[in-house]
């Protein structure tokens, strides 16, 4: 969990020092963009003092004309390229704040259930976690690309004050004014910038995290004909978006546009301060010193609205990075920190990313030992208490029990799909002290109950990018008796299975997944329930032919099963019961009523 508020400001900076030369490039552009403005403020003085033959230069009113217009064109350009680097530097920022989001959700336990703010019962669903990829990284993005436009707005404003002062610097003294108002009331309602951000940022969540739901529970909802009351809280969460959007969106504009009252009212003071002072004495001020004033003053008083609003904005942003700590538990400084992207470049560039090798062999598992783990889940009293296990190399131990009983918990809590809160695991006499780093391929590797599946070829589901040859894949899908289904496959191994493997039926969904296990041999087989989506012929042939293997790969099984032949099979069964072990025998000593 966070610990301490690192400043907004000191984020910024890490994230703009991420790639230097292009937010180098990006800065100088928008210098050129903010200061161009700046060039006719001095033309049109020229003009007019040409006009009233108090000019310097005795040049024609044409050629302050032509320069007019040069230094528009010239704007033009710088804007157009502008666009380029700051469209490039834009989605790199966000692509840096997603990565890490990404990888940070990684590196969690994957069981663990998604919360926000650190609150155990503020739990989200995958649609609402999305909120954190799309609006907080948007957010963030904008306002680290908006830093070089209000230093450029800023530098050519100081510099223009300094011109105005050495018109008159009385006059010029009054643009300090709305800026105090502005930095007093940014400071004043921080807080409601923030209430209000919040609110409506949660409102956004509640909202993506239903349509997830419907998305995912479609044919649900329509067999219960629950589609009136889904509609009807879709239509609530909506309604309540709305209102603390418009609240939100109402209060920054409300900021705003008394960000640019306040600096008209300035101006107008300063502009009557002006007009008093040419009325008393002619020669205080020129017709183009007074043009120039009016130039100049504009381009002060439009960053002073600017600043005010930019300063919001970080306010907002603040949201932002807090939202994202309480959602992974870390520090703001790991949202922002630099990893590559592989990004291609403005010269159209690819980075090549390195292939990705098959695991390599590991230390050979000879016992696995779990002492007294718990796990409740958050909120509720459910979970596992005090269990102990023991696994010797190449056995197969089954887990049995009713329903609820705790048997998923088991599996996810021993290979750190879940955070243990008490307890300890050694593999070979060795303690495992973060098991969900441990627990993965060449070590372990694990089918849940329902096994997850992407939208792409039957290859790149088993292979998950992974180097493998042909022979290697037809050996594992035989291995998990997929080799029949497969043949009947019109594309083979570059079958496209559709979202989540829907175009598989539930068994060829559990063998493509045990497929995926088997091709990176590990040392560890982990199956939550093989049996609810087999039957009994098709999960014999598997069990025999990996069985069969031993000469070359003796992996040690765990495996979750209600399944009398699996029970008869198994060297050892652990019956749990709400949350313990009830016994640990083997099939002869299960109670009866264990035995279907
Ligand atoms: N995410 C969760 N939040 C709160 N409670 C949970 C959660 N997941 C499971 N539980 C509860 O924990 C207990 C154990 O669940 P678990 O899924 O481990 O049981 P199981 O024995 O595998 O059940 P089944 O045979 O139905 O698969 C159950 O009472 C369940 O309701």
């Known amino acids: 969990m966070a610990t301490h508020r690192v400043s907004i400001w000191s984020l910024l900076w890490q994230m703009l020092s991420y790639a230097p030369r292009l ?24 003009f007019f003092n040409t006009l009233t033959a108090k000019s310097d230069f005795s040049l024609s009113p044409w050629v302050w004309i032509a320069l007019f217009l040069a230094t528009g064109i010239a704007r033009i350009v710088a804007i157009l390229t502008g666009r380029i680097t700051k469209t490039q530097h834009r989605f790199t920022m966000s692509a840096l704040i ?17 919360i926000a703010s650190g609150k155990p019962d503020a739990l989200l669903s995958p649609g609402e976690a999305i909120g954190f990829f799309r609006d907080d990284a948007t957010q963030i993005e904008d306002t680290v690309v908006g830093t070089n436009e209000i230093l450029g707005e800023g530098l050519f404003a100081v510099g223009s004050l300094l011109l105005l002062l050495s018109v008159n610097a009385q006059i010029t003294l009054f643009v300090f004014l709305p800026l105090a108002f502005i930095a007093a009331l940014v400071h004043l309602l921080t807080n409601r910038i923030k209430r209000y951000r919040r609110a409506s940022r949660q409102a956004t969540q509640e909202v993506t995290g239903l349509i997830g739901e419907i998305f995912s529970a479609i044919q649900a909802i329509q067999v219960a004909g629950a589609e009136p009351t889904v509609l009807d809280r879709f239509q609530r969460l909506c309604d309540r978006r709305r209102q603390l959007m418009v609240q939100d969106r109402f209060f920054s504009t409300l900021l705003d546009s008394s960000f640019e009252n306040l600096v008209s009212l300035g101006t107008g003071a300063i502009l009557f ?39 919001a904005l970080s306010k907002q942003t603040e949201v932002s990075f807090e939202r994202m700590e309480g959602f992974l538990g870390c ?30 062999a590991c230390d050979r598992l000879q016992a696995l030992e779990a002492l007294n783990l718990t796990y409740r889940y958050p909120g509720s009293d459910r979970g596992i208490t005090d269990v102990c296990l023991r696994l010797e190399r190449g056995s197969f131990t089954a887990i049995t029990g009713p329903i609820g009983s705790g048997k998923t918990t088991l599996l996810k809590a021993l290979i750190g799909l879940l955070p243990l809160q008490a307890g300890e695991i050694y593999w070979n006499a060795q303690k495992v002290t973060h098991p969900h780093q441990f627990f993965v391929p060449p070590r372990s590797a694990y089918t849940p109950q329902v096994p997850q599946l992407f939208s792409g070829t039957l290859r790149d589901n088993i292979t998950l ?19 029949r289904d497969l043949a009947m496959m019109p594309d083979g191994l570059d079958t496209v299975i559709g979202s989540k493997g829907m175009r598989l039926s539930g068994g060829q969904l559990q063998r493509a997944a ?58 050892r069964i652990i019956l749990l019961n709400n949350g313990s072990v009830e016994t640990i025998g083997r099939f002869n000593d299960l109670p009866s009523i264990y035995v279907h």
């Not at 403005?37 to 020229?46: K, Q, S, V």
């Not at 002619?282 to 504009?298: E, I, K, T």
């Open 23 to 46: 937010y180098g490039t990006d800065t100088l552009l928008w210098l050129f963009i903010a200061g161009l403005p700046a060039i006719p403020g001095l033309i049109i003085r020229e």
């Open 98 to 114: 997603r990565r890490n989001l990404l990888a940070k959700l990684l590196e969690r336990p994957g069981g663990e259930p998604l």
């Open 273 to 311: 301060f002006a007009a008093r002072s040419m009325q008393a004495d002619a020669s205080a001020l020129s017709v183009g010193d007074f043009a120039l004033f009016v130039y100049y003053l504009s381009y002060v008083t439009y960053f002073l609205g600017f600043l005010g609003s930019f300063l």
């Open 331 to 360: 520090e703001a400084e790991a949202i922002a920190s630099h990893h590559p992207l592989y990004l291609p470049t403005l010269t159209g560039n690819r980075p090549q990313l390195n292939a990705l090798q098959p695991p390599q």
């Open 465 to 483: 990018g992974l180097n493998y040859t042909d022979e290697q894949l037809q050996w594992a899908i035989a291995l998990a008796v997929f080799d």
């Open 514 to 571: 045990a497929a995926r296990m088997f091709l990176r041999q590990p040392e560890l087989l982990v199956f939550d329930d093989l049996s609810s989506a087999l039957d009994i012929e098709t999960e014999q042939t598997l069990w025999s032919r990996l069985f069969a293997l031993t000469a070359t790969w003796m992996p040690t099984c765990l495996v979750v099963s209600h399944r009398r032949t699996v029970l008869q099979r198994a060297d």
